[in-house]
């Protein structure tokens, strides 16, 4: 009897620090990441993003219907992972309405990278000034002040990279 009620104990507090939606959410696996591994994590997929220039990502819409497209802007704000578009666009439609994605991005022959997770609308200036800083071409097209540009930051938590190296070898995976 002892151990059944220490094991529902630690069931129910892993439940409360997974970042699960509800406690007897069986679906939720995913294990803590102490802070420290959680920056090194996201900043090493901000630096593979970086190189790699060009990552694609895949959104659904209201029908379901699989959507892969090319982003090129990546920023890590206030310790949180950044992306850009444009309200006006469909992409930025599909994200509100579910934040969940995948990205892929690929260096050289053989290195490629995914991240899963969740993004969430930031509606602040700071980050939108932020992006447009690092991405100063953008700026004939976008401005913080304007109704267009948007800003979106991987949940923290929701995340789970996976980086291949070579084809016949285990993938690394990370989380965030």
Do not use: W
Not at 38 to 61: G, S, W
Not at 85 to 111: D, F, H, P, W, Y
Not at 132 to 146: I, M, N, R, V, W
């Amino acid at each position: 009897m002892k151990i059944a009620v220490l094991v529902l104990a630690g069931v129910l507090v892993s439940g409360l620090f997974c970042g699960c939606q509800s406690l007897f959410d069986v679906r939720c696996k995913r294990p803590t990441v102490a802070p420290e591994d959680a920056a090194v994590n996201m900043k090493r997929t901000y630096d593979f993003l970086k190189e790699a220039k060009v990552y694609y990502i895949a959104t659904v819409d209201g029908n379901d219907q699989p959507h892969v497209r090319p982003f090129g802007t990546i920023l890590i704000f206030e310790e949180k992972l950044y992306i850009q578009t444009g309200r006006r666009k469909a992409v930025a439609r599909q994200l509100l309405a579910n934040g969940r994605v995948e990205l892929c991005a690929m260096k050289g022959e053989r290195e490629v990278l995914r991240v899963t997770g969740r993004l969430v609308n930031d509606p602040r200036r700071e980050p939108k000034a932020a992006m447009l800083d690092a991405y100063p071409g953008l700026k004939k097209h976008y401005s913080p002040d304007d109704k267009n540009t948007m800003v979106l930051y991987f949940k923290p938590g929701t995340v789970t990279v996976t980086i291949s190296r070579d084809p016949m070898k285990p993938s690394e995976e990370m989380r965030f």
